[in-house]
């Protein structure tokens, strides 16, 4: 068993889990740039803006890891010709959604 | 020290997006023969021995970038906003999210290359490879605007 079949998998959960992260702003981690602290979870501004790009990023690799790690459950045919296409296909979807997600910045 | 990052961060880019263009006109319009033209170089390039170095430096890339991104938030952000440039502003919102999907993508890119797979995902390879380049080439050209925009060390 091979633990890169795993990759594809990760790969797909990542991107969606991520747009989920941003929409719903699931952050792990905030950040305050101006005093230079971390915060667990999702903190408000206190001093400046709160980045939360850093947390989406923990949420997104952590949950991917654990969906990538339970697909080595699956057997390798037929999920193997399903990843190839969802690879590729569930990425594209999520730069849609998050391009339509900001369209305001357009639109204003 | 943001300034020293920045011209480490766009260096990277450079690299990157050289490495990565080769690899995807190799992928998607390879050479029969070799005829030692410009072009012809360009389509044959051996691009499996490009994809190692390519996640080398796209994770090197989006440290960099990871890092002085606090700067962006700070200081280039409001200035964007203070002059009402929401089509930039928004711009580098999408280079930050496709950042972090292709980030989350490189795995699988680098397992579609091995050469066990060569042949069996040959249209996966190529599709996740042109993916990734169209990233990079959207990330490096909004960079590099907000960064005129905004003006080197202002």
């Known amino acids: 068993m091979s633990i890169g079949r795993a990759f594809p998998v990760f790969g797909i959960a990542f991107a969606v889990i991520y747009i989920a992260s941003v929409y719903f702003n699931l952050a792990l981690l905030t950040y305050h740039p101006q005093l230079v602290r971390w915060g667990m ?51 594209l979807a999520m730069i849609a959604t998050i391009a339509y997600i900001l369209r305001g910045y357009v639109l204003r | 020290m943001f300034s020293v990052l920045l011209i480490l961060h766009g260096l990277a880019a450079v690299a990157l997006l050289g490495a990565l263009t080769h690899q995807t006109i190799s992928v998607l319009w390879p050479a029969r023969t070799r005829t030692g033209s410009f072009v012809s170089s360009l389509r044959s390039v051996p691009s499996t021995t490009y994809t190692n170095v390519i996640v080398i430096l796209f994770v090197v890339t989006a ?45 699988a890119y680098w397992y579609y290359w091995r050469p066990a797979l060569a042949k069996e995902y040959a249209t996966t390879r190529a599709i996740v490879t042109s993916l990734l380049a169209a990233i990079v080439w959207y990330n490096f050209l909004v960079g590099h605007i907000v960064n005129d925009i905004r003006g080197f060390g202002s």
Not at chain 2, 66 to 88: A, G, K, W
């Open chain 1, 41 to 91: 979870l999702v903190e408000a501004p206190k001093q400046g803006p709160a980045m939360y790009w850093y947390g989406w990023l923990l949420t997104s690799a952590l949950g991917a890891g654990a969906i990538a790690a339970l697909s080595l459950a699956l057997p390798v045919r037929p999920f193997d010709r399903v990843w190839s296409i969802l690879v590729w296909v569930a990425p």
């Open chain 2, 63 to 107: 440290v960099l970038g990871s890092i002085i991104y606090t700067e962006y938030r700070l200081s280039i952000r409001v200035t964007l906003q203070d002059y009402r440039m929401h089509i930039p502003e928004g711009a580098f919102e999408l280079k930050e999210h496709v950042a972090a999907i292709a980030l989350g993508l490189l795995p």
